[in-house]
């Protein structure tokens, strides 16, 4: 039997991962983190020291047992390891690489009490990459039903909704307004941090269950929610649309040329790949002295995106400190060694014209932190008589998003007072049969939020058309026959019929 492991005997510093040099990765779209080989794994997995109350799991949304894969991981079960993690995540190569760990799992990692935690991030991402290398996804048996469901929005919290429908048996199809599927994984994030091929690999995987995607189709255009209940058949609906509509600062000049949204920037480079024009038909007016307005993930990937365009400068203009930076740090890190100029306590009033209708400048005022406001963060006051003008030629506002109105204007779903979806525990909406989840519900979330949101209504749905609990172990009790439980063998589904009168 192996020793227990404590906090002395395990490596005392967290394993390093490789990655770009800053001056080459700045001119090429290639991914900047190269991840973990084998070696480098294995010693990561042996810093876990698998604690009984698995404060790790806690802090998942979706609950993946973290020791679980680790411990594969330490034995060199490579593919045990996937199949661990792949019981509730079927995205292990997409959110190792782009959920916020430090703030969820590894933010409560017991190693971290003492020395750096455990780098659960990395050690998924290196099995999910192994498992894309491998094709280790294979299409499982499922007990077909007759019920068909119908998923609006590609994004996260669609495809975990869909894969778990999947495997109960559904008939699932995924309708996506643009034309390629993946929402925000393949809109919103560039390649250098996200690369395409990824989600291509974990949209097959997703084919597999027989899951089927139907892009080009804008619900709410083309047919509306209550349609896809009353005339195409489908027995439940998710709405995971997100909420990419982009939010403007509403100052001065902000409809100058020259000025757009972060969202535009990134769908036109990522989507769009306007990072290739001539070669690809979109481009992207791009200028020499760019000025992003935001701190959080989405300003880093527009500020490194415009950079590898070929701007001459970048900057950061954000009215709050560093500390207060929505951004995860690795990301202000690896902007801060690209060479992005960082101003912080400095916020726009307006934006300046050149006399021909393009931006010629900002004219920005200093700030100060002042008592928390509502967010916990200290709140940033002008500093009287301290305006000045920051020379720039284009501007982007990476503020934040909201609610697409699109759904919320073609059905009669019940909206809160932003124009976001109410629901209920389940993640019911007002209209039975419907369901939604992720950010189209909470406003802007992480990539295992939404996913867990999406899981969430998944086992709403079921319960709704009657499905064996989707969540539940299928572990064969000892009063089973052939599988099935005594207390489920004169189980039968009775819908009942309700007519008008």
């Known amino acids: 039997m192996a020793a227990k492991r404590t906090i002395r005997s395990i490596p005392q510093d967290r394993t390093p991962v490789r990655e770009q040099p800053p001056a080459e990765r700045a001119t090429n779209f290639t991914e900047v983190n190269l991840g973990y080989d084998e070696t ?18 806690r802090g998942c949304p979706v609950s993946i047992d973290i020791p679980g894969f ?9 593919h045990g390891a996937y199949d661990t993690i792949a019981r509730t995540n079927l995205l292990p190569a997409v959110c190792g690489r782009v959920c916020p760990q430090e703030s969820q799992c590894e933010g409560v990692c017991t190693v971290g009490e003492s020395l750096e935690p455990v780098a659960i991030g990395r050690l998924e991402r290196f099995v999910g990459d192994l498992a894309i290398a491998g094709d280790w996804a294979r299409r499982p048996y499922i007990a077909p039903t007759a019920y068909r469901v119908g998923i609006v929005g590609s994004g996260p919290a669609g495809m975990a909704c869909a894969a778990d429908l999947a495997k109960a048996g559904c008939q699932v199809t995924v309708f996506e307004a643009l034309h390629l599927p993946g929402g925000v994984l393949r809109y919103g994030i560039p390649d250098f941090r996200l690369p395409g091929e990824v989600i291509d690999a974990e949209i097959a995987n997703l084919e597999k269950l027989g899951v089927s995607f139907e892009c080009n189709t804008v619900v709410g255009r083309l047919f509306t929610i209550e349609q896809m209940i009353d005339e195409l058949g489908f027995d439940a609906v998710f709405i995971g649309t997100g909420a990419g509509y982009p939010t403007m600062l509403g100052i001065p000049g902000d409809s100058l040329g020259g000025v757009l949204s972060a969202n535009e920037l990134l769908t036109r480079a990522n989507l769009m790949q306007a990072r290739d024009f001539p070669a690809h038909d979109t481009p992207i007016p791009l200028g020499r002295q760019v000025a992003v307005v935001g701190a959080g993930n989405t300003a880093m990937d527009a500020m490194r995106v415009c950079l590898r365009l070929g701007a ?7 009215r709050r400190s560093r500390a207060e930076a929505p951004a995860r740090v690795e990301e202000v890190h690896h902007a801060e060694q690209e060479g992005i100029e960082f101003h ?20 920005c005022v200093r700030m100060e932190l002042g008592e928390p406001d509502d967010s916990g963060r200290r709140r940033p006051v002008p500093v009287p008589g301290s305006e000045f003008e920051f020379p ?21 779903l019940t909206l809160n007072r932003w124009g976001y979806l109410e629901v209920d525990a389940d993640l019911a909406t007002s209209i039975a049969g ?7 519900v909470t406003g802007a979330a992480t990539v295992i939020e939404a996913m867990g949101a999406g899981r969430t209504a998944a086992a709403g749905i079921a319960r709704y058309l009657g499905i064996r609990d989707i969540f539940r172990p299928y ?17 039968v589904r009775v819908r009942e019929a309700v007519t008008a009168g």
Not at 347 to 357: F, K, M
Not at 395 to 406: D, E, H, L, R, S
């Open 40 to 57: 480098e794994a294995t010693r990561e997995a042996l810093r876990c020291l698998f604690c009984a109350d698995q404060p790790c799991v």
């Open 70 to 78: 680790i411990r594969k991981i330490s034995d060199q079960d490579y």
């Open 312 to 318: 001459e400068q970048v900057h950061c203009i954000y």
């Open 344 to 363: 912080w306590l400095t916020n726009p009033v307006a934006i300046l014209d050149d006399g021909a209708g393009a931006v010629r400048a900002m004219r």
């Open 392 to 412: 720039c030629d284009q501007v982007v506002f990476a503020i934040g998003t909201n609610a697409n109105p699109i759904i919320g204007q073609t059905s009669r």
């Open 434 to 440: 419907v369901y939604a989840g992720g950010d189209i």
């Open 475 to 491: 572990a064969d009790p000892d009063d089973s026959v052939f599988g099935i439980a005594a207390h489920e063998s004169s189980f």
